[in-house]
Every structure is written in C-alpha cells, then in structure tokens.
C-alpha cells in the first residue's frame, strides 16, 4: 500500500499537482490557482498576495477595510488554501484638496494578505469573490548580514 501511495505521489509531481481535489468555488467566487516558476534557492524567496479592486481614484490615498481572510486546510491531504471574503467592506480615504481633478486606476487594497514561504510544487489555491482582484509580489532576498 505504501508503495502504490508513494507512485501517486512521485506521479502527481512529475506530472503537475492534481488541483480538482481542492473544492469547486461557490457562487459568486472565483478559484485562482498561483503556480510558482522552480527557483535555485526557494528559500530566499517569499510570496505576498494582496486582496483589492482596481478604481479610479484622485490624489487621496483609498483603502478598504472588512476583508476576512481564512486560512484553510483540505480534509485528507493536508494541504493549505485560502479563502478571502469581503463583507461589509468600507471604502475609506484621505480628505486632502487634489490640486486637478484627475482620476487615475489604482489598486486599492484591503487590510489583509498572505505572505508565504516561496514553493514551486505546490500552487496556491485562492477563493475570492468575482469583483475581487488580487496582486501577486515575489521578494527576493538581494543579501544578508549576521550582526
């Protein structure tokens, strides 16, 4: 039994990770699925995900505040996945006098995000809500000094 289990997984990794075991996205909600390009050294690597909208916006800085992020695990595998709601989220911004009245699109982010540790085998599964966009960063460790 062992070694059948241990074929399944050396497959699905040579073949690419099997993503339908994850559930089907509810109504209203959309699944993004993140694959990571293989790096030389993953752990100098970290993911952030940010949670928004793209708005027209004028000079103020806006950002929305309600967003509940869970962090879930997938009965029976062990794998992690997240799931971002926005209920009752409020828009807020500064009230400074723009000096034109230009609009311009931008991200405005809600509170919450995921930082992770960088891994190319596993992708990472996301549920958010249609009208909800999120932005993918990838920092990279440039050096490093021990004081």
């Known amino acids: 039994m062992?070694?059948?289990?241990?074929?399944?997984?050396?497959?699905?990794?040579?073949?690419?990770?099997?993503?339908?075991?994850?559930?089907?996205?509810?109504?209203?909600?959309?699944?993004?699925?993140?694959n990571l390009e293989p790096k030389q050294s993953e752990k100098d690597y970290e993911v952030v995900v940010e949670f928004g909208r793209v708005l027209s916006v004028d000079c103020n800085v806006h950002s929305y505040s309600g967003g509940i992020l869970k962090d879930k695990v997938l009965d029976g595998y062990?794998?992690?996945?997240?799931?971002?709601?926005?209920?009752?989220?409020?828009l807020y911004k500064t009230l400074m006098l723009c000096p034109d009245e230009a609009l311009k699109d931008e991200f405005v982010m809600f509170g919450d995000s995921i930082?992770?540790?960088?891994?190319?085998?596993?992708?990472?599964?996301?549920?958010?809500?249609?009208?909800?966009?999120?932005?993918v960063k990838i920092y990279a460790l440039e050096?490093?000094?021990?004081l």
């Open 78 to 90: 062990g794998y992690n996945y997240y799931e971002f709601s926005d209920n009752n989220s409020t």
């Open 2 to 34: 062992r070694s059948v289990l241990g074929i399944l997984v050396m497959a699905s990794l040579a073949f690419g990770f099997d993503t339908s075991i994850f559930p089907k996205a509810q109504d209203g909600f959309r699944q993004h699925i993140i």
């Open 143 to 146: 050096s490093e000094k021990i």
């Open 115 to 135: 930082k992770t540790h960088y891994n190319s085998k596993i992708p990472l599964i996301i549920y958010a809500p249609k009208d909800i966009n999120i932005r």
